[in-house]
């Protein structure tokens, strides 16, 4: 039987490779168990971002659109040397292009943000490093209490099977509040997740929703699968710890009316591009080796758990970080679909075992008990066991 609101059915597009088992974006902040959710809507065996991408490369015109942002970044300039808009990120290879354009392009005095990574990697931390040193941007990095994030890790990875929803609240949430404090309206993010299916009609959106970001309701809130009431009941985190977790509420947002934009919308957002981009003016680092579950060296590549967190979602929906990557990189034209299905069917589902250690350290579990936990998650209409291995009932071809 299908979990978690999935289709009984599963379906692969005849353009990229994803699937329809895919979980597009919802309210995150009501995320629970068993909760319904949104997948991927198909048509004619296309998937949806398939057809938005194609709308998209037929229709826009990128030179009325940088129009447009010049107008917008007109509105906001700064002229005495204070920043006036804000770029959250990690220092990956996108948050350092959308800054040094906004900086070097267009003349912005860009505060760049950050939420930490749960355990950065080595080269994830002297990428952030060269973002903020060599691309010369003033910072400003929140490390959440590591015994408190931890715990809130855990309680994901046991109740939800989704050990980044901490950290994604923090991500999302935390520059708002930092957006407020310090009067900054003027907010960039990158791509508009309406564009990989979820929020139908918001692709075109450029600006980002409030529904993102603004959420009066405490009382039906959850975090790590556990209310609020919960949290503080029961783990003693009470809500006032929890404050960048959370989202801002409605009198809040009324006070301050922030401008959260995509850049991706006035921008021609190409991953291999950034990368190159990244490499040539802060002098970004790909991993040492191929990255474990893919087959890129420079995707999500600053934090010891990425890994663990694509794997989740493959025991959970049957898609892996390959098939993320390569669906992306064909709607690109990167890659041929026969290219991109040899990939996903060579390294999706890979076991991240480079940090296994450090991550069961971190969630405090073991071996046993992680791989029980990930077994319960498996669901019925994805997976089948045979002789004591766990196989894929479907596979792209
Ligand atoms: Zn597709």
């Known amino acids: 039987m299908a979990r978690y609101g999935l289709p009984d059915h599963v379906e692969f597009c005849t353009r990229?490779?994803?699937?329809?088992?895919?979980?597009?974006?919802?309210?995150?902040q009501r995320d629970t168990k068993e909760g319904s959710k949104s997948t991927l809507i198909f048509q004619d065996g296309v998937c949806l971002p398939c057809?938005?991408?194609?709308?998209?490369?037929?229709?826009?015109?990128?030179?009325?659109?940088?129009q447009e942002l010049l107008k917008l970044l007109d509105r906001y300039r700064s002229s005495n040397g204070n920043w006036d808009c804000i770029v959250p990120g990690s220092g990956g290879k996108d948050s350092i292009f959308q800054?040094?354009?906004?900086?070097?392009?267009?003349?912005?005095?860009?505060?760049?943000?950050?939420?930490?990574?749960?355990?950065?990697?080595?080269?994830?931390?002297?990428?952030?490093?060269?973002?903020?040193?060599?691309?010369?941007?003033?910072?400003?990095?929140f490390t959440p209490d590591g015994e408190r994030h931890g715990l809130l890790t855990r309680l994901a990875f046991k109740n939800?099977?989704?050990?980044?929803?901490?950290?994604?609240?923090?991500?999302?949430?935390?520059?708002?509040?930092i957006s407020r404090q310090l009067g900054i309206k003027l907010i960039f993010f990158g791509e508009n997740p309406a564009e990989y299916g979820g929020?139908?009609?918001?692709?075109?959106?450029?600006?980002?929703?409030?529904?993102?970001?603004v959420d009066s309701d405490r009382s039906s809130m959850r975090i790590s699968g556990l209310s609020l009431d919960e949290l503080k009941n029961e783990k003693k985190i009470d809500q006032y710890a929890l404050r960048y977790y959370l989202p801002l509420t409605e009198e809040e947002y009324s006070k301050f009316s922030p401008a959260p934009h995509w850049l991706g919308y006035y921008v021609?957002?190409?991953?291999?591009?950034?990368?190159?981009?990244?490499?040539?003016?802060?002098?970004?680092?790909?991993?040492?080796?191929?990255?474990?579950?893919?087959y890129s060296r420079y995707n999500s590549i600053d934090d010891?758990?990425?890994?663990?967190?694509?794997?989740?979602?493959?025991?959970?929906?049957?898609?892996?970080?390959?098939?993320?990557?390569?669906?992306?990189?064909?709607?690109?034209?990167?890659?041929?679909?026969?290219?991109?299905?040899?990939?996903?069917?060579?390294?999706?589902?890979?076991f991240p075992a480079r940090y296994f250690k450090e991550i069961l350290e971190y969630i405090q579990m073991d071996e046993e008990e992680f791989f029980n936990l990930a077994d319960s998650f498996r669901p019925e209409h994805l997976?089948?066991?045979?002789?004591?291995?766990?196989?894929?009932?479907?596979?792209v071809s």
């Open 160 to 177: 939800l099977f989704h050990p980044f929803q901490p950290f994604i609240f923090g991500q999302r949430n935390y520059v708002m509040h």
């Open 268 to 294: 021609n957002f190409h991953p291999q591009s950034n990368y190159y981009y990244a490499q040539e003016h802060v002098g970004f680092e790909t991993n040492d080796q191929r990255t474990e579950g893919t």
């Open 199 to 213: 929020f139908r009609g918001e692709e075109d959106s450029p600006k980002m929703s409030k529904r993102y970001y």
């Open 16 to 28: 990229c490779v994803q699937s329809n088992q895919k979980v597009v974006p919802s309210i995150v």
């Open 383 to 395: 997976w089948v066991k045979s002789n004591s291995d766990w196989q894929l009932r479907h596979r």
């Open 99 to 141: 800054a040094h354009i906004l900086k070097t392009k267009y003349g912005m005095n860009p505060l760049t943000v950050t939420w930490a990574p749960h355990l950065y990697t080595d080269v994830g931390r002297r990428n952030f490093d060269r973002w903020i040193r060599k691309g010369g941007f003033d910072n400003m990095l």
């Open 51 to 66: 057809r938005i991408h194609e709308a998209k490369v037929n229709s826009i015109d990128w030179n009325f659109r940088e």
């Open 304 to 350: 010891k758990l990425d890994g663990f967190h694509y794997w989740c979602g493959y025991i959970k929906f049957g898609i892996g970080r390959a098939t993320h990557e390569a669906s992306q990189e064909i709607r690109n034209g990167d890659l041929t679909r026969e290219e991109g299905v040899s990939l996903v069917r060579k390294y999706d589902g890979e």
